[in-house]
């Protein structure tokens, strides 16, 4: 069974510019979510979408969004990128609704964004 | 609130036994357990439920303090493949998958 997969694994980009950021979840799974990842601040939560409908959102600035397809297939997108958001931009999925019934995420592997 | 873990980062030699805490300043609905090898994705060990269930992995025990608001991972006879960044999670409780991850356990095993 494949995994989560990211894409694309590294970008460098410079500041004002836009990123979107794809990710494919594990057959099945209808739930997708983001999570940015810095030294400094760990493991940040971003958004969450279930069935293309955006559940759950993290304090992020709205230069932060995302979506999600109807084959559970979900992006996000940066714009105006500023130097803070060098990060590792992970995308986990679940099969469904809250931990009660699954209790486990699974990652992929992360985009590594640079801004210069 | 992010969960605070303790300690930041530990060393230890094959064979020994590490505790690693969370600490929440919120009630919690369960404590999901992760671990991050360098380079890779993090990948689940465990979740503990209210009332005392836990799932997950065999070796790697956990407690949950409900009233105290606080887990702690146990780590016994470590393997040199139990290096990695260790975080709990905590949820924020609806059917939501929303985790709010702790600021992380640096462990190294060496040899």
């Known amino acids: 069974k494949a995994g989560v997969t990211q894409t694309p694994r590294y970008l460098i980009k410079t500041r004002g510019q836009q990123v979107t950021l794809s990710c494919s979840p594990i057959?099945?799974?209808?739930?997708v979510s983001w999570y940015q990842q810095t030294p400094g601040q760990g493991l940040q939560f971003l958004f969450e979408?279930?069935?293309?409908?955006?559940?759950n959102k993290g304090n992020f600035p709205g230069r932060f969004s995302g979506r999600q397809f109807s084959n559970s297939r979900s992006e996000m997108n940066v714009s105006t990128l500023e130097l803070g958001d060098s990060a590792l931009y992970l995308c986990a999925s679940s099969p469904g609704t809250g931990f009660s019934n699954t209790g486990e995420l699974f990652f992929g592997e992360g985009s590594r964004l640079t801004v210069l | 609130q992010q969960p605070v873990q303790s300690p930041q980062a530990v060393i230890l030699r094959e064979g020994e036994d590490a505790v690693i805490n969370c600490s929440s300043s919120?009630?919690?609905?369960?404590v999901h357990w992760y671990r991050q090898k360098h380079g890779e994705a993090p990948v689940f060990l465990m979740i503990l439920l209210k009332g005392g269930e836990q799932k997950g992995h065999e070796k790697i025990s956990a407690s949950f303090n409900e009233k105290k608001q606080q887990s702690s991972l146990y780590l016994t006879a470590s393997q040199l493949s139990y290096s990695g960044t260790y975080f709990c999670g905590t949820e924020d409780g609806g059917a939501t998958n929303k985790l709010i991850f702790g600021t992380g356990t640096l462990l190294a095993v060496q040899p």
């Open positions: 979408y279930f069935s293309e409908t955006q559940r």
């Open positions: 057959s099945g799974h209808r739930s």
């Open positions: 919120k009630a919690l609905y369960s």
